[in-house]
């Protein structure tokens, strides 16, 4: 069935034993984001055994599904109140930077006699979530340290989502700085600091990694073999393990330009067209609700993505040395928002091939 992205374990596996391998030579332990998938039980079961001291997901659903995985989860959107109960009896640690929040958990924890790992956002200057303030974050500490059925086990930092302010040795050495004074003024010792996700890989590669620096938290990194500090590919990784393929429900030439007076599209954008003549265009059955079409192109480079509505994405096919029919299929490569979009979407079918074999979960 169609649309369907083809997931390729056995490349996702390589990224993963790849990327723990350079993580574990820095002292460092790997925590596999899985929200770009959607936390696909396939992929997570698959690659478990590679080097993985974590799993991490910002939906508390996703590390629901992922209950009977014997790793530890951890929830890296800071929890909702609304939902602390799940939070406690699915994550092992979680993200925080509200006390509220925190308090809340504790609560929960004692009615159902657990105990919960928490680490404190920090927040370096991207101004997303986090403690800006170092009193701010001394007095919360204080709180913590109050708490029965909390432990309180380090500090974690976001950087390059919001702000796209680059990790740095200067701001990742602050939050370990950080760090040494709670264990300094507070008599404790923090087993987890988190220095971000995978745009702070290029300073492995640099060898300005801070040493207290003990958790990363990789998503694009392994699903797409990318760093997302200057989007570089990173060496010897697969970029290609997610392959979005769709079919073609019309073939037909054209001219380039629409015919009439252009307003604006579906989309309240007014679109730009440039005069090539009649071109050759397929139409195949996605569009802009099952994923982010900027996000897509076309794995034959002598093919071009015009545009998209809801339901349709238009491909100039005229150059492609294929001579297409309608039902043929035509390959695109995923950026990190495409994926994410149509790994959503309840209308892409997920295809996991895995020694050259297909499993298909539609």
């Known amino acids: 069935m169609y649309p369907r992205i083809e997931i390729n374990l056995d490349k996702l596996k390589h990224n993963v034993s790849l990327l723990s391998k350079q993580c574990m030579k820095n002292n460092i332990e790997m925590a596999v984001v899985t929200k770009v998938y959607c936390a696909f039980p396939e992929i997570v079961d698959y690659i478990k055994d590679s080097g993985v001291k974590y799993i991490a997901d910002s939906r508390i659903k996703n590390l629901k599904k992922l209950k ?3 790793l530890e989860k951890i929830l890296i959107r800071i929890p909702m109140l609304t939902e602390i109960e799940d939070v406690v009896k699915y994550s092992d640690i979680s993200l ?3 006390f509220e929040v925190i308090k809340k958990i504790d609560e929960i924890c004692e009615k159902l006699n657990k105990k919960h790992k928490i680490a ?18 001394f007095e919360v500490i204080r709180k913590i340290l109050k708490l029965d059925s909390i432990e309180f086990v380090g500090l974690g930092t976001n950087l390059t989502c919001y702000g796209a302010v680059i990790p740095s040795k200067d701001n990742l050495g602050r939050l370990c700085e950080l760090g040494e004074k709670i264990e300094e003024k507070f008599d404790i010792k923090l087993s987890f600091i988190s220095g971000g996700n ?11 990694m801070p040493d207290r620096v003990t958790n990363l938290r990789l998503g694009e990194a392994i699903a797409l073999g990318k760093e997302t500090a200057y989007s570089q590919d990173i060496k010897g990784a697969y970029q290609d393990a997610f392959k979005l393929v769709c079919e073609i429900v019309e073939l037909k030439e054209k001219p380039s330009i629409p015919i009439g007076e252009i307003g ?3 989309f309240g954008n007014k679109p730009h067209y440039e005069d090539k003549g009649i071109r050759k265009r397929a139409i195949v059955g996605i569009g802009k609700q099952d994923t982010n079409v900027d996000g897509m192109s076309t794995v034959d480079p002598k093919q071009e993505i015009l545009g998209a509505s809801s339901d349709h994405l238009i491909v100039d096919v005229t150059d492609s040395d294929k001579e297409y029919k309608v039902g043929d299929t035509i390959e695109f490569n995923l950026e990190y928002g495409a994926l994410m979009a149509a790994s959503t979407s ?3 079918n997920k295809v996991f091939k895995c020694e050259e074999k297909l499993s298909e979960n539609v």
């Open 68 to 70: 009977d995985i014997n």
């Open 96 to 98: 925080n930077s509200e």
């Open 120 to 137: 404190l956002m920090v927040d370096l200057g991207d101004l997303r979530e986090g403690y800006f303030k170092e009193e701010e974050l």
């Open 198 to 208: 995978s745009s702070s890989l290029h300073l492995l590669d640099k060898g300005e």
């Open 264 to 266: 604006v599209d579906a």
């Open 346 to 348: 309840e209308y892409v």
